[in-house]
């Protein structure tokens, strides 16, 4: 009996540690203008995101293999879908032994920030920095931390992938911000018109950016031959973003003599709510980490 107790409080122990919530700075947080503080979550959808964070998911220590994956969810640079495409996606990261942070970004907003256009990916770098520096206590190997986005998560995880050498944040131990790799799901990738996700432009740039500021962010013209290697998944009958942003970021890649793999599926649409299942999709990305290393067989 007083060994079944104390094995139950040990598992809930495990429990709490691996979904612990951390802000993402300590102290000031970069390009913010200092306001109330007017984020929610309901239903699993974040909005007016304006304190970030980074929730952590640790695998059992016993399948813990080192690799870790930053889990960034989409919602246009509108809302982050939180639940579906951030802490589901951890629990079943954790299953494979994958340290999971699930990262809550703030959404681009004049009210909040100096220069809404750069406050995501200065999210993702300091995530980047936070899991790479912070590896020996997560027991993470450091040249093992990928990125992973869904929609326009994935533009964010994209735009780390290749734009990891021009630092927007402060980084006095010359940390290394390259993501070791990529998995984008149904990615929004361009800005350009005849294939970028509107919405999330006008969310992250403005009703009127310059057309240098469209393409810096249009991630397929910014891959470079030292990009990190990617999986990309997508569906043919997207109507929201359409599938012409993977393909155009798996050709640029692979231009640049990048490793990558891309799936393209016939039918589910934006966000894979029917088809493919979550099994089929996740099992492909599984096989591919295996291919590569960056996770064991």
Not at 247 to 276: C, N, Q, R, W
């Amino acid at each position: 009996m007083r060994i079944t107790v104390l094995m139950l409080l040990m598992s809930l122990v495990l429990k709490v540690q691996a979904q612990t919530e951390i802000p993402l700075y300590n102290g000031k947080v970069p390009n913010a203008i200092e306001v109330e503080d007017r984020g929610n979550t309901k239903d699993g959808v974040a909005r007016n995101v304006s304190k970030p964070t980074l929730s952590i998911y640790l695998p059992p220590a016993a399948s813990a293999n080192g690799t870790a994956v930053i889990v960034c969810p989409g919602g246009g640079y509108g809302v982050l879908v939180m639940d579906r495409e951030g802490y589901q996606v951890a629990k079943e990261l954790n299953k494979l032994g994958i340290a999971a942070f699930v990262l809550k970004y703030r959404l681009p907003d004049d009210r909040i920030m100096d220069d809404k256009s750069i406050g995501p990916i200065q999210d993702a770098q300091q995530a980047i920095k936070t899991v790479r520096e912070r590896s020996s206590e997560w027991k993470v190997d450091p040249g093992k931390i990928g990125i992973m986005g869904f929609s326009a998560g994935g533009h964010l995880a994209a735009t780390a992938g290749t734009h990891y050498d021009s630092s927007f944040i402060s980084n006095p131990k010359k940390t290394s911000l390259r993501p070791d790799f990529m998995i984008l799901v149904y990615p929004v990738i361009s800005f350009l018109d005849r294939i970028g996700h509107k919405g999330s432009a006008a969310n992250l740039l403005g009703a009127t950016p310059t057309i240098e500021k469209v393409r810096y962010f249009s991630n397929e013209l910014q891959v470079k031959k030292t990009a990190p290697p990617a999986y990309l998944t997508h569906a043919s009958d997207d109507t929201v973003v359409p599938v012409s942003n993977s393909i155009k970021f798996y050709e640029a890649l692979t231009e640049k003599g990048v490793l990558a793999d891309m799936h393209i599926y016939s039918k589910g649409e934006h966000g894979y709510l029917k088809v493919p299942s979550f099994d089929e999709w996740f099992g492909r990305c599984k096989h591919w980490m295996q291919s590569t290393g960056f996770l064991p067989k």
